[in-house]
């Protein structure tokens, strides 16, 4: 692997690096169907991110989805985090990332302070949301240099790839690591028709900032302000592929030129 660290920032170089390899999506392998072609998905967006930066993707359960490396010993970490989103990204000024929907992970903390499905609504709001928070930066500090991992958090980040299907427009976002402090967020079960739902919210300024759905899919959902950000790429669209060159038959046969005009005869 090239050993290569710009810094927190991603460089111009670095978007069109990874607009470039999402282009190549298009091609037939992206996960995503679109008019009988394909587009890039979330596991071809961890792919790029880790290709134009010379880093690694971890394709598990890991921490972060993407390593990179600072030197022999050290490497930075990437969250990437994609949502087809850009429209609400243009009208509210923030991106929308789901940072974990491990739900037994988040009950087990909850249940070791007295918190179950049970009893939740009755529990404090607060004490349930700085919890979870918490529990999601022992995540980071466990793989961190700090303690004896291999990760340096103070180089980390969050990329979020928010998209729109129908305009096929895209932005990058970088976001700092660490969460909000949840002791500076109001937290509350917004009510529904009259009742208390089951949606814990993290507000500040009376905008959502944070959101948990522990009943129904465990998300736990970040909205950064794009102006509190590392850095936006701002709008941008993939690369169309060359003329003739859709299809993974078409990398077949320029791949293998002479065995796959053998499979014709």
């Known amino acids: 692997m090239t050993q290569r660290f710009t810094g927190n920032v991603l460089t111009s170089q670095d978007v069109e690096r990874i607009r470039l390899v999402l282009s190549t999506y298009q091609d037939g392998t992206g996960m995503l169907e679109s008019k009988g072609k394909t587009l890039p998905g979330w596991r071809d967006f961890e792919r790029a991110t880790a290709i134009a930066l010379y880093g690694v993707a971890q394709e598990s359960k890991a921490v972060y989805d993407v390593l990179v490396a600072i030197d022999d010993k050290t490497s930075f970490g990437i969250s990437c985090k994609m949502r087809g989103e850009l429209r609400k990204v243009r009208n509210q000024g923030r991106a929308s990332l789901e940072i974990s929907n491990s739900a037994k992970k988040f009950w087990d903390a909850l249940n070791k302070v007295g918190i179950t499905v049970e009893n939740y609504k009755q ?3 607060s004490t349930i949301g700085k919890t979870l928070c918490c529990l999601i930066e022992s995540w980071h500090e466990a793989v961190s240099i700090g303690i004896g991992g291999t990760v340096d958090l103070s180089k980390s980040y ?6 729109d ?3 096929r427009t895209y932005q990058l976002d970088q976001f700092d690591n660490r969460l909000p402090n949840p002791e500076e967020l109001k937290w509350d079960f917004p009510e529904n028709n009259g009742k208390l739902g089951k949606r814990l919210r993290g507000m500040a300024d009376n905008k959502t900032v944070i959101e948990w759905y522990g009943e129904s899919g465990g998300q736990f959902k970040y909205y950064p302000k794009i102006s509190d950000g590392l850095w936006s790429s701002g709008e941008f669209r993939l690369e169309p592929l060359p003329d003739g060159m859709y299809g993974v038959e078409k990398k077949a046969e320029i791949y293998f030129p002479d065995k796959w005009k053998a499979t014709k005869i």
């Open 123 to 125: 529990a404090s709001a």
């Open 158 to 163: 969050y990329l979020s790839l928010s998209w």
């Open 165 to 167: 299907k129908h305009e």
